[in-house]
């Protein structure tokens, strides 16, 4: 059965310092991976997917597949980064639901910024 | 921009009662869901929705719990006869299909089984 781990609960680094938030893995097949953020008093939203490989906020995140992670990162950290993570991993759906999204999320992680 | 919206944003209710969860979809969205979050826990998968039957179920979703759309706008949650453990975060969240892994959530509705 697929896992994500994220085993930081809490995590406090300074404005301006390196953040990394960590994400682990485990599924049998090729994962899909993304990370979820939700600011104080809105809704979950989606951050990044890893297949886009893209850069949203300053934030990316790799998929190791080696270490079967998918961690976080942002060189330097901002105020308004401050928030609840999740990692999350898609699948395993049935064949014939495409589009359908049956996510596996971690438990999380609340960064905070420390200005 | 359209949003996900849920009613109520909380309920309390006694055990055995029977509850309904609300939510309306983004308007052009094919797919819906419900997913909870027990507090201190993970957000997890309960059932997903598209062209009017259950997709996927998880283990979670027993017979207890019933998903309908009756109008073609609203998707509810129905709990039969809750239970202590059903105290939770109720998310919705629907999407068009197309765009891998992203969800548009509401902003829930915390269920309180006392």
């Known amino acids: 059965a697929q896992r994500v781990t994220q085993p930081e609960k809490l995590l406090s680094v300074f404005k301006g310092a390196p953040v990394e938030l960590k994400c682990n893995y485990s599924?049998?097949?090729?994962?899909?991976l993304f990370w979820y953020v939700q600011y104080s008093r809105q809704r979950l939203q989606l951050l990044l997917r890893?297949?886009s490989r893209e850069s949203i906020k300053g934030f990316t995140a790799d998929l190791n597949k080696g270490e079967t992670s998918f961690h976080l990162k942002k060189p330097f950290a901002q105020e308004e980064d401050s928030a609840m993570y999740y990692c999350?991993?898609?699948?395993?759906?049935?064949?014939?639901?495409?589009?359908?999204?049956?996510?596996?999320f971690g438990t999380g992680t609340r960064l905070t910024i420390i200005p | 921009e359209p949003e996900v919206t849920q009613t109520p944003s909380h309920q309390v209710t006694q055990m055995g009662q029977e509850v309904i969860l609300r939510c309306v979809p983004i308007s052009n969205h094919l797919y819906f869901y419900w997913y909870r979050q027990i507090l201190g826990q993970k957000v997890e998968f309960l059932v997903s929705f598209y062209n009017n039957e259950i997709s996927e179920k998880s283990e979670i979703f027993d017979d207890q719990f019933s998903v309908e759309r009756p109008d073609g706008s609203n998707f509810t949650l129905k709990i039969r006869s809750t239970k202590l453990e059903d105290s939770a975060m109720y998310f919705c969240a629907s999407n068009t299909g197309g765009v891998a892994g992203e969800l548009f959530f509401g902003e829930g509705s915390r269920l309180t089984v006392l």
């Open positions: 890893h297949i």
């Open positions: 599924y049998s097949g090729s994962p899909e």
């Open positions: 999350a991993l898609s699948g395993p759906g049935l064949e014939s639901n495409f589009g359908n999204e049956k996510l596996t």
